[in-house]
């Protein structure tokens, strides 16, 4: 296939577990094609007093989200049905949606990268680049924040928070799923946890779910990508259901 005859669709597309690797690939692409500027907003929209530069902005805009559309799966297009004509926002809410930076999301990528081990038939030059990948995902997620950059000690912190949830039993496996859908997490928390467990089931529901509406709704969205607890020494794999009889499980 020629330069000129290469599409998105050439691209794998978006599923609910390969954000890492095709945000890489359909950077790459958009670049390919000069959409790349005006898909992270640094190219904009000219003036209004610029007529022309406006309408050539506009049909390079409708391409990039033609683009991004067809790179996304079927179950994915639903993220982005409302916003499916600004390139910029398709993309904005793609990573909004995958990249959970909530400490539940983080312990997740690193059980994953712990966890994996050399295949037979696998080449090492294939592990390798399953570590790799398997290191995105844990970069991903890390909070973003220019004003309180994520640090060594935050790290530290949530390695802490990890292996003390790690180490509980199944009886606390409630209490840890309420708390790695918060925002942040600090080890004084999970030491909290026999108040915690001396209140109603209900109550603690109750002071989860009061957290969910201060989470903008991509995120809310995205946390159907979280996986539930089946036990708390082990990350289970599947997808999260959230109900009000009981809190999801999600290490």
Excluded at 233 to 240: D, E, Q, Y
């Amino acid at each position: 296939m020629s330069e000129d005859c290469k599409s998105s669709t050439s691209i794998t597309k978006l599923t609910s577990s390969n954000y890492s690797t095709w945000k890489g690939e359909m950077k790459a692409y958009l670049r390919t094609r000069g959409l790349w500027l005006l898909v992270n907003g640094t190219e904009k929209r000219p003036a209004d007093s610029d007529a022309e530069g406006q309408a050539k902005w506009d049909i390079k805009a409708d391409k990039a989200a033609g683009e991004l559309y067809l790179a996304c799966s079927v179950e994915q297009r639903v993220h982005i049905e409302a916003v499916q004509d600004d390139p910029v926002k398709i993309w904005s809410t793609l990573s909004s949606i995958h990249v959970q930076e909530h400490p539940g999301t983080r312990f997740n990528a690193w059980d994953d990268f712990f966890s994996i081990r050399h295949q037979s038939g696998d080449s090492l030059s294939t592990l390798i680049a399953k570590i790799e990948e398997s290191m995105l995902k844990i970069e991903e997620p890390r909070p973003k924040s220019s004003e309180k950059p994520y640090s060594l000690a935050d790290l530290d912190n949530e390695l802490v928070c990890m292996t003390m949830i790690k180490s509980l039993g199944d009886e606390y496996s409630n209490f840890a799923s309420s708390l790695l859908l918060l925002k942040s997490l600090h080890k004084e928390e999970i030491k909290a946890a026999p108040s915690w467990l001396r209140r109603p089931t209900g109550d603690v529901v109750l002071t989860l779910l009061a957290t969910l509406p201060s989470l903008p709704p991509q995120e809310r969205a995205g946390a159907a990508l979280m996986r539930p607890v089946t036990s708390v020494r082990n990350l289970g794999t599947a997808p999260i259901a959230v109900s009000l009889c009981s809190v999801p499980r999600m290490l």
